[in-house]
């Protein structure tokens, strides 16, 4: 398919080499394309031996070479659940057990967020009333 077109474009005889066409057209050949894309597929994956091999050198070379390893710095997510948590007034045991029980966690927060809501309505109410009161 590929040699058909590329006589056409380039007006070739029949009788032209395939390589010196491709030469002539600046295209490399159908098998190297696939190859090519193969691997491009590849790397995008991670799923390329070379590209494992690569993550696994440069994560050995990142770790010290003594002593303890380094921890990855947390993610947002998890900076994010325990601002959260240390917002409502809980400790670093307290969050700890929360992750090993996410039920009572959920209780914990839930009971939180009512008793807020649950203090701002009185609040609410004690104003309304003041504002009968006083007209």
Do not use: F
Not at 31 to 46: E, F, T
Not at 76 to 91: C, D, F, H, Q, Y
Request: with cysteine; glycine share 8%; hydrophobic share 30%.
């Amino acid at each position: 398919m590929q040699n058909t077109c590329l006589r056409t474009v380039l007006g070739a005889y029949k009788a032209t080499p395939v390589q010196v066409l491709e030469a002539e057209a600046a295209v490399s050949p159908m098998r190297i394309q696939l190859d090519r894309a193969l691997l491009r597929s590849k790397i995008i994956r991670g799923t390329h031996s070379l590209v494992q091999k690569g993550n696994r050198r440069i994560t050995k070379k990142l770790q010290p070479k003594r002593g303890r390893r380094i921890n990855p710095p947390p993610s947002p997510s998890v900076e994010k659940e325990a601002w959260v948590l240390r917002s409502i007034g809980m400790n670093a045991e307290e969050i700890q057990e929360g992750r090993r029980n996410p039920g009572d966690l959920r209780k914990k927060i839930h009971e939180w967020w009512k008793g807020r809501l649950e203090g701002k309505w009185e609040h609410y109410q004690r104003r309304a009333q003041h504002r009968k009161g006083t007209s």
